[in-house]
């Protein structure tokens, strides 16, 4: 029995060290970009790789410990599952904790209609693009005429189109 143990403890060990290196695929983070929201798909799952590599290396260690202890073979399973039930439980905690540190909050880009700021960036790539500084924060943005704009214009918002700012020179 303590060969299984072993081995879904080497299992969980390989699996959460590719998972670290990023070389599973998996648990990466997704975003998307609908009309005016910008929504931020990160965020654990509860079946993620590292939750059942976290589950595998509490089970396989504690029946590890457990055989040498003498337990029987039902204890050893009982003791075992809770282990890597709780072990597992708490990676996916931590992880929710770090996604939502990482994660800042939605904002409706149309709160940002009537406010001022000042152009950080003018004309991106030879385009009428630029971007926008309101509340120490940057926004895509081009002029409500396509007029050209300049570094350190101020301007004030006048619209939304899809996640672009309109805005018009207020100097």
Known sequence: ???????????????????????????????????DLHIETDSPKLFSTRVIFSFFIAFGLAGIISVYNGLSIGMQILLSMVAGLSVAFLVYLLFKVMYKQQSGEVESINSLVDLCGYITIAGMKNTDISMVTIDNKEYVCREELNNKL???NKVKVVGTSGSTLIVKSIQ
């Open 150 to 152: 300049y570094k350190n």
């Open 1 to 35: 029995m303590i060969l299984v143990y072993f081995i879904l403890l080497c299992i969980g060990t390989l699996g959460s060290l590719v998972s670290l290196l990023g070389l599973d695929g998996h648990d990466v983070d997704i975003s998307t970009d609908v009309s």
